[in-house]
């Protein structure tokens, strides 16, 4: 069994920096891409960045520039530094992953972690 589970949340004023983190864990093969998506109140679900098992990383406009994602294939741990942080990056940030098991890639969320900017 593959469970996401995300950690970085909470509450931090405009101008400010948060940091999330996403562990995979369970019978992995091997992880292929991994992102970060937020979804606000009323919104759809959408990108914020994606990286590559390779460490190629690409960014929604959203956050481009205020953002770095990374990971580490050894932890099967991706990471999200947010900087300069704006209300209206309010919303709740879940973790995604392309995780092989056997011969077969699934696609797994995280639970969610909430990230609150206030003005």
């Known amino acids: 069994q593959v469970q996401l589970v995300e950690s970085g949340g909470g509450l931090v004023q405009a101008g400010g920096s948060l940091g999330l983190s996403c562990a995979a864990s369970g019978s992995i093969s091997s992880i292929n891409d991994m992102g970060w998506y937020r979804q606000a109140p009323g919104k759809q679900r959408e990108l914020v960045a994606a990286i590559t098992s390779g460490g190629s990383a690409n960014y929604a406009d959203s956050l481009k520039g205020r953002s770095t994602i990374s990971r580490d294939n050894a932890k099967n741990t991706v990471y999200l530094q947010m900087n300069s942080l704006k209300p209206e990056d309010t919303a709740v940030y879940y973790c995604?992953?392309?995780?092989?098991?056997?011969?077969?890639?699934?696609?797994?969320w995280g639970q969610g972690t909430q990230v609150t900017v206030s003005s």
């Open positions: 995604n992953a392309k995780i092989k098991i056997g011969l077969r890639t699934y696609n797994f």
